[in-house]
Every structure is written in structure tokens, then in C-alpha cells.
């Protein structure tokens, strides 16, 4: 079913008690912010809030996809697989062998569908242009200051639509929009992402490059803009897929563009590749830490247009999980079958935990039928589209659950020889990974735990240590640097919190640990920073694979007598002085105590059901200092 505007997906979730309206004012600097963070790290995401006094005419709506009920009512499925046995089902209908023409006339249908999903120019107005503001003014929304050192207020959830200016092939993409004046944001677009392209195009032609924002309207159009489709593909034409309705567009007032004709609101504008950047950011983003202030592309605002009724959405990112997380589990469940037709056959499924922030870790099943078939498999997922920003895959067999992590863990530990069946491979990475020695080029980890043919066997000798027992309070007193250890979890798997002192003092310990006996029997030895819980390895997971460069932060001692071979991975915070890391180290992302006491006194009054403490309460300790750039 097609949803028809913000206000219509409101109904539906009221329907599902789904949503909760906020009456109260509440401010959209900072305080929402605060109020939606509990909800989203509360079981299973909470619920979507609608704050209706927000000091604008618009009300904000935010995390209304943050669950996986949600997500799935936004897309209007039941089950998220859904969508990919949809699409193996067209895939097997188009490509399989016809033997008469009856079978041929078989396929009439399904042609038939795929042509009623095709985007559709309409003439005349769109109800996302029944207000026309030609003197356009950004502060008239309720635009969002999600986080204290944040550059400005962002616009966090756009449709920015871009043409190519030789093909005219569209593209929907989402790039944050810092707001600088009433008519002037950033376009955080980045180097590897359509719109750039588009922009380096209009910039060799010396044009000015038409823009238009869409907000809001059927939210699988919100979903389609974050697809990672390849450049050929319409993002309007997923969605019309997975509304089961082509998109209407219109013609924008102020510029050669279409946009959504159902949308809540448009921004119309222009780009000018011959006109100096702006500096934009900081910004609290998904990844947990801020992303660093940069120059961008300036996008001059020219018209607004918005339904009478209009909504403005918005979301937030921070520390997983968020909403982010459940927008990108619909991108794994939905591409999974095109990766498996066009790519990877023997891929069974896979999955990317919340705590990877989308592009740290994926964990993928194969059915493995010779030697060597996991790094096959690696190597060809890290040249596949956004599958290129990995950093940490791990692949499994065929009998294995990729969605339980304590096992996979487990699995991990027992069938892993650091030595053979750990692999490094330098590639892209993410603008928004701060670990990397040299911005966006980094090093990859794959992890083969999958069970070993004789081939490999011959090369991968894995031998069961001495049991040793490891005195915790004799290993801290012998090494003073440890703060807390936590060897409980599995027994191959030791993870320390250290306080590093010195230039080449990780080294130096990590040479030290290697040649304990007692530690003769544990595989894997992660370092953390002293402020880190090793005892909570959802923070573990999401700190240690943020914070590596993995071939950089790895040391790997090959197995002695008696002895398994080990890796000791380095996943504290990175400087010059310690680390000599030549980049900016970014802060994680919190509310200040202004903030969290303030939404702690209005709570009750707010009517949002039984208190929610803050989660910035839990992460604050590892903050140094108080800007973006840690101390």
C-alpha cells in the first residue's frame, strides 16, 4: 500500500501504538534530541514521537522507522525478507529458460508490473507545492541541533535529487544539510557518492547545478534515497516497487528538476562549482564519534514549497543503535538476494550488526564447497558497490546462524588460526571512519571461521594450547598498565583496558603479553582505553571496530610449542604524542548535563510513559575534553 504523506504513516502507526504525540514544548535544539536517544536504545527502539510544539507551525516527526515494526509498516511488508524473495521470485520468472510460447505469455504479468512502478511526470501542481514561498526562509522549520558540538542546526533527513547533466539519469541520495543562513546550507556529499559525481560534471561544464530537497511524503521514498542502488538504477523505481505504486513527480518552480509530487516539503536550489566551499560540521554521526568539520559545497536555496498540512521529519545518529540501524537491517534483508543473483551464488545470508554502525563489520554465510572459497568471497564483497567500505568481515558455514553473535563469537575462537586464516587487504574506507591512517584509503580484516578442508589444513596447523589458568590479580599486579580484564566470556578471547603512558607503549606491551605462558591458550587479546567497560561487549564491539586500522592495529605472533598462534588488536583512541596518528581523533557523541537534566525535570510532564535515563550517562567517561577533536 502506498502511503500518501507524513500525516498518513502518523495514522498507520497510531493504529499499530506506534507513536507517541508530545504536546509540551520541547526544543528542537538539543532537547529532542535527548528525548529520542532513550527511546531508540529502549527495547527494541521504542516508539516514534511526533512533537507537535516544537516553536514552528511544523510538527517534527522522528524515529517513526526506528523499529523493526516500523520499518516494516513504513515499507508495508510483514518481515523485511519478504521484499528479497519478491525479487529472486521476478529475477527467476525473467531469466529462466521458456520453452513454448505460452510460457513466454506467463512473464506478460510480471513485465506488466514492473512497468506500473516506473516513475511518472504529472502536469500541473503536486500537493507538495500547495505553499509557494518565493522569499525562502530555512528558519521557519523546526530544524534540528542534535548535539552539543555540532556546527549549526542540520537538516538530517533530505531526498537531495541531482541529474546527471549528460544523461539526465536522476539520482536520490541522502547528504546532510548544515543551515548557515535562512536561504545557504552545506551538501555533505561525498567523494564516492552520486551527487559528487554530478557535481564534478557540472563543474567541468562551468554550470551551475540545479538541486531540489524533498522531505517527508510515503516513507519509502525517505528508504529509496538511502538504497545503495548503483548509478543506473532509479531510486524512484525501488520504491514504486515497494509501494506496489509508481512515484508522481512534478516539475520544481524555481528549477529544471522533478520531485515527488506527495512529498511534505520541497527545497529548491543550486550548487556552483565555480564558487569556494563553505566549512561544514562538526556532527554527532552514526558512527558514534563526531565527524570533523570540512569544507563542502554551498547550496543557495531559491524556493520553498510544502503541502498546508506539511510535517518535517527528521531523525538522529549517534551511538548504535539508533534509527539509522534499522533503516540499514531493511537494506541488508533486501539486498541480500541481489547480491546472491548477480554476485556471489554460493552466499547463503549475512548480517551487519548494529554495533558495526553499517560498514565496520558484516558477518556473510556461504555454502563453501572448495579450499580458499571465504577469501574468494572476501575479496569479491570488497569490490562490490557499497560493500567496498567494509572493514571487518567475517564468513561462516552454511549451518550457522549470522544473527547470533555469542555463538558466532564462540565460533570464531574455536576455528580461527590468527596465523592462516586471518586476512589484510588495504582498499577504500568510509569518509567517516576516523581510524585510518590517511583519509578514506585504509587496510580490511577478513576472518575465515569457516570449517577447513584438508588443503587448507596442511597450512593451518591450529593447535589446542595447555590450559593454563590466567591469575587475573597476578597478570595486573605484573602489569601495571591494565585497568580491568575480562577473560569470562570465552577463554580464547582475553579483552584488556589499558592506560597507555608513552610513545611506543602498546608496542612494547603487547611484545611482553606474547611471551607469558600463561596466556599460551588465548587467541584474541583486544586493548581497549581504561574509560571502556570491557565487561559490555556490545561497547566492545562497536569501540574496537571503529577505533582500528586493522592491519595497522594488528600484531599477529606466530604459534610456538604448545601454543596457539595469537593476535593482540590495539582498539584504544589514537594521538600524535602516544600513537604518532596524524589526524584529528574525534569525540563520541553525548548530551552535556545542561541537557539531560532538563529532559530528567520535564519527563513526567511530557507524558512519555516510565522515565528513560539518559544513555549519555553510560558513554561520557570516554569523552576527553569537551569539543568534537578528543584532548
Same mark, same amino acid.
Given at each position: 500500500?502506498?502511503?500518501?504523506?507524513?500525516?498518513?504513516?502518523?495514522?498507520?502507526?497510531?493504529?499499530?501504538?506506534?507513536?507517541?504525540?508530545?504536546?509540551?514544548?520541547?526544543?528542537?535544539?538539543?532537547?529532542?534530541?535527548?528525548?529520542?536517544?532513550?527511546?531508540?536504545?529502549?527495547?527494541?527502539?521504542?516508539?516514534?514521537?511526533?512533537?507537535?510544539?516544537?516553536?514552528?507551525?511544523?510538527?517534527?516527526?522522528?524515529?517513526?522507522?526506528?523499529?523493526?515494526?516500523?520499518?516494516?509498516?513504513?515499507?508495508?511488508?510483514?518481515?523485511?525478507?519478504?521484499?528479497?524473495?519478491?525479487?529472486?521470485?521476478?529475477?527467476?520468472?525473467?531469466?529462466?529458460?521458456?520453452?513454448?510460447?505460452?510460457?513466454?505469455?506467463?512473464?506478460?504479468?510480471?513485465?506488466?508490473?514492473?512497468?506500473?512502478?516506473?516513475?511518472?511526470?504529472?502536469?500541473?501542481?503536486?500537493?507538495?507545492?500547495?505553499?509557494?514561498?518565493?522569499?525562502?526562509?530555512?528558519?521557519?522549520?523546526?530544524?534540528?541541533?542534535?548535539?552539543?558540538?555540532?556546527?549549526?542546526?542540520?537538516?538530517?533527513?533530505?531526498?537531495?535529487?541531482?541529474?546527471?547533466?549528460?544523461?539526465?539519469?536522476?539520482?536520490?541520495?541522502?547528504?546532510?544539510?548544515?543551515?548557515?543562513?535562512?536561504?545557504?546550507?552545506?551538501?555533505?556529499?561525498?567523494?564516492?557518492?552520486?551527487?559528487?559525481?554530478?557535481?564534478?560534471?557540472?563543474?567541468?561544464?562551468?554550470?551551475?547545478?540545479?538541486?531540489?530537497?524533498?522531505?517527508?511524503?510515503?516513507?519509502?521514498?525517505?528508504?529509496?534515497?538511502?538504497?545503495?542502488?548503483?548509478?543506473?538504477?532509479?531510486?524512484?523505481?525501488?520504491?514504486?516497487?515497494?509501494?506496489?505504486?509508481?512515484?508522481?513527480?512534478?516539475?520544481?518552480?524555481?528549477?529544471?528538476?522533478?520531485?515527488?509530487?506527495?512529498?511534505?516539503?520541497?527545497?529548491?536550489?543550486?550548487?556552483?562549482?565555480?564558487?569556494?566551499?563553505?566549512?561544514?560540521?562538526?556532527?554527532?554521526?552514526?558512527?558514534?564519534?563526531?565527524?570533523?568539520?570540512?569544507?563542502?559545497?554551498?547550496?543557495?536555496?531559491?524556493?520553498?514549497?510544502?503541502?498546508?498540512?506539511?510535517?518535517?521529519?527528521?531523525?538522529?545518529?549517534?551511538?548504535?543503535?539508533?534509527?539509522?540501524?534499522?533503516?540499514?537491517?531493511?537494506?541488508?534483508?533486501?539486498?541480500?538476494?541481489?547480491?546472491?543473483?548477480?554476485?556471489?551464488?554460493?552466499?547463503?545470508?549475512?548480517?551487519?550488526?548494529?554495533?558495526?554502525?553499517?560498514?565496520?563489520?558484516?558477518?556473510?554465510?556461504?555454502?563453501?564447497?572448495?579450499?580458499?572459497?571465504?577469501?574468494?568471497?572476501?575479496?569479491?564483497?570488497?569490490?562490490?558497490?557499497?560493500?567496498?567500505?567494509?572493514?571487518?568481515?567475517?564468513?561462516? #558455514?552454511?549451518?550457522? @546462524? $549470522?544473527? =547470533?553473535?555469542?555463538? +558466532? !563469537?564462540?565460533?570464531? *575462537?574455536? %576455528?580461527?588460526? /590468527?596465523?592462516?586464516?586471518?586476512?589484510?587487504?588495504?582498499?577504500?574506507?568510509?569518509?567517516?571512519?576516523?581510524?585510518?591512517?590517511?583519509?578514506?584509503?585504509?587496510?580490511?580484516?577478513?576472518?575465515?571461521?569457516?570449517?577447513?578442508?584438508?588443503?587448507?589444513?596442511?597450512?593451518?596447523?591450529?593447535?589446542?594450547?595447555?590450559?593454563?589458568?590466567?591469575?587475573?590479580?597476578?597478570?595486573?599486579?605484573?602489569?601495571?598498565?591494565?585497568?580491568?580484564?575480562?577473560?569470562?566470556?570465552?577463554?580464547?578471547?582475553?579483552?584488556?583496558?589499558?592506560?597507555?603512558?608513552?610513545?611506543?607503549?602498546?608496542?612494547?606491551?603487547?611484545?611482553?603479553?606474547?611471551?607469558?605462558?600463561?596466556?599460551?591458550?588465548?587467541?584474541?587479546?583486544?586493548?581497549? #582505553?581504561?574509560?571502556? @567497560? $570491557?565487561? =559490555?561487549?556490545?561497547? +566492545? !564491539?562497536?569501540?574496537? *571496530?571503529? %577505533?582500528?586500522? /586493522?592491519?595497522?592495529?594488528?600484531?599477529?605472533?606466530?604459534?610456538?610449542?604448545?601454543?596457539?598462534?595469537?593476535?593482540?588488536?590495539?582498539?584504544?583512541?589514537?594521538?600524535?604524542?602516544?600513537?604518532?596518528?596524524?589526524?584529528?581523533?574525534?569525540?563520541?557523541?553525548?548530551?552535556?548535563?545542561?541537557?539531560?537534566?532538563?529532559?530528567?525535570?520535564?519527563?513526567?510532564?511530557?507524558?512519555?510513559?516510565?522515565?528513560?535515563?539518559?544513555?549519555?550517562?553510560?558513554?561520557?567517561?570516554?569523552?576527553?575534553?569537551?569539543?568534537?577533536?578528543?584532548?
Amino acid at each position: 500500500m502506498a502511503i500518501k504523506s507524513l500525516n498518513h504513516f502518523i495514522d498507520i502507526l497510531e493504529e499499530n501504538n506506534e507513536l507517541i504525540r508530545i504536546k509540551e514544548f520541547v526544543s528542537p535544539e538539543l532537547e529532542i534530541t535527548e528525548i529520542v536517544d532513550r527511546f531508540s536504545k529502549s527495547g527494541n527502539g521504542g516508539k516514534a514521537l511526533l512533537f507537535e510544539n516544537n516553536g514552528t507551525g511544523f510538527p517534527v516527526l522522528i524515529n517513526s522507522m526506528g523499529s523493526e515494526k516500523r520499518i516494516c509498516l513504513a515499507l508495508g511488508v510483514e518481515n523485511l525478507d519478504d521484499i528479497g524473495k519478491e525479487i529472486e521470485n521476478i529475477f527467476s520468472d525473467l531469466v529462466s529458460p521458456k520453452a513454448n510460447l505460452l510460457d513466454k505469455l506467463k512473464l506478460l504479468p510480471t513485465l506488466s508490473n514492473i512497468s506500473s512502478w516506473m516513475p511518472k511526470l504529472i502536469s500541473g501542481r503536486g500537493k507538495c507545492q500547495e505553499i509557494i514561498i518565493n522569499d525562502p526562509d530555512l528558519n521557519k522549520f523546526p530544524v534540528l541541533k542534535c548535539w552539543p558540538n555540532d556546527g549549526g542546526p542540520f537538516v538530517t533527513l533530505p531526498m537531495v535529487i541531482t541529474k546527471d547533466p549528460h544523461t539526465e539519469m536522476r539520482n536520490v541520495g541522502m547528504y546532510r544539510m548544515q543551515i548557515f543562513d535562512k536561504n545557504l546550507t552545506g551538501m555533505h556529499w561525498h567523494k564516492h557518492k552520486t551527487g559528487a559525481r554530478h557535481f564534478e560534471e557540472y563543474k567541468k561544464q562551468q554550470r551551475k547545478m540545479p538541486v531540489a530537497v524533498a522531505l517527508g511524503g510515503d516513507p519509502a521514498l525517505t528508504y529509496g534515497a538511502t538504497a545503495p542502488l548503483p548509478d543506473n538504477v532509479d531510486e524512484y523505481l525501488l520504491t514504486g516497487f515497494l509501494r506496489k505504486q509508481k512515484v508522481e513527480l512534478v516539475k520544481c518552480i524555481t528549477q529544471d528538476i522533478e520531485v515527488p509530487a506527495d512529498a511534505d516539503i520541497i527545497i529548491e536550489g543550486y550548487v556552483d562549482p565555480q564558487e569556494d566551499f563553505i566549512l561544514e560540521g562538526p556532527f554527532g554521526d552514526h558512527t558514534g564519534f563526531y565527524s570533523l568539520a570540512d569544507m563542502y559545497p554551498k547550496f543557495h536555496v531559491t524556493c520553498i514549497t510544502h503541502r498546508k498540512n506539511a510535517i518535517y521529519p527528521a531523525t538522529i545518529v549517534g551511538i548504535p543503535p539508533m534509527e539509522d540501524a534499522w533503516i540499514g537491517k531493511a537494506t541488508e534483508r533486501i539486498f541480500l538476494s541481489p547480491i546472491k543473483l548477480a554476485v556471489l551464488p554460493e552466499i547463503i545470508d549475512y548480517d551487519l550488526p548494529f554495533e558495526g554502525v553499517a560498514h565496520n563489520i558484516v558477518i556473510v554465510k556461504i555454502n563453501k564447497t572448495f579450499p580458499g572459497q571465504a577469501f574468494k568471497v572476501m575479496n569479491a564483497l570488497w569490490g562490490a558497490g557499497q560493500m567496498m567500505f567494509n572493514k571487518i568481515m567475517i564468513i561462516v #558455514d552454511y549451518d550457522i @546462524d $549470522v544473527h =547470533d553473535y555469542k555463538n +558466532i !563469537t564462540k565460533l570464531i *575462537s574455536e %576455528n580461527v588460526n /590468527p596465523e592462516n586464516d586471518i586476512h589484510f587487504i588495504n582498499g577504500p574506507m568510509d569518509v567517516l571512519d576516523h581510524s585510518s591512517s590517511s583519509p578514506t584509503y585504509g587496510s580490511k580484516m577478513g576472518i575465515d571461521a569457516t570449517t577447513k578442508f584438508n588443503e587448507e589444513l596442511e597450512h593451518n596447523n591450529n593447535p589446542v594450547a595447555q590450559n593454563h589458568n590466567i591469575d587475573i590479580v597476578q597478570l595486573k599486579n605484573k602489569f601495571k598498565e591494565i585497568v580491568n580484564v575480562n577473560h569470562d566470556f570465552d577463554k580464547r578471547i582475553l579483552i584488556l583496558s589499558v592506560k597507555k603512558e608513552s610513545r611506543k607503549h602498546t608496542h612494547n606491551f603487547i611484545n611482553l603479553m606474547s611471551e607469558q605462558k600463561e596466556l599460551s591458550q588465548v587467541k584474541f587479546c583486544v586493548l581497549t #582505553d581504561e574509560s571502556v @567497560d $570491557v565487561n =559490555d561487549l556490545n561497547m +566492545i !564491539t562497536w569501540i574496537a *571496530s571503529g %577505533n582500528i586500522d /586493522p592491519k595497522r592495529d594488528s600484531v599477529i605472533i606466530n604459534e610456538k610449542e604448545e601454543a596457539c598462534s595469537k593476535i593482540f588488536i590495539d582498539a584504544t583512541a589514537k594521538s600524535l604524542e602516544k600513537d604518532d596518528f596524524k589526524r584529528k581523533w574525534p569525540n563520541i557523541v553525548v548530551s552535556d548535563d545542561i541537557t539531560i537534566v532538563k529532559i530528567d525535570n520535564i519527563w513526567a510532564d511530557l507524558n512519555l510513559g516510565d522515565f528513560i535515563e539518559s544513555p549519555s550517562l553510560k558513554y561520557r567517561k570516554m569523552n576527553t575534553g569537551n569539543g568534537a577533536i578528543a584532548e
